[in-house]
């Protein structure tokens, strides 16, 4: 059974900072990618960042380029999203997905396996 699990979400001024990680279980096939997405309300679910389990390449949404950094933890199966100078526009419900590629990063409907979510909320 595939378990994906995130935490590190929360409240945060503009310009802070915050760290999700993805705990996954059941799936960790060198083939495949972890990836963040992101959804908003009224919005529809975007890629932001997804990192290959096998050689580590990565993809970056333009809109975050810069600002986010994901990694892994192939020891622990767990994807680290480091997201630094944090605007508004960021915020969202966060969501950790598997199954899909690198390449398929852009379209969240590639990736069959999710987690629950959590809400990253930038605010004054």
């Known amino acids: 059974q595939v378990q994906l699990v995130e935490s590190g979400g929360g409240s945060v001024q503009p310009g802070g900072s915050l760290r999700l990680s993805c705990a996954v279980s059941?799936?960790?096939?060198?083939?495949?990618?972890i990836g963040w997405f992101r959804q908003a309300p009224g919005k529809e679910r975007e890629g932001v960042s997804c990192i290959s389990v096998g050689d580590g390449s990565t993809y970056y949404a333009d809109s975050v380029k810069g600002r986010f950094t994901i990694s892994r933890d192939k020891t622990k199966n767990t994807v680290y999203l480091q997201m630094n100078s944090l605007k508004p526009e960021d915020t969202a419900k966060y969501y950790c997905?598997?199954?899909?590629?690198?390449?398929?990063?852009?379209?969240?409907?590639?990736?069959?396996?999710w987690g629950q979510g959590t809400q990253v909320t930038v605010s004054s």
């Open positions: 997905a598997t199954g899909g590629t690198i390449d398929t990063c852009r379209w969240y409907q590639r990736y069959p396996y």
């Open positions: 059941g799936f960790t096939r060198d083939y495949y990618a």
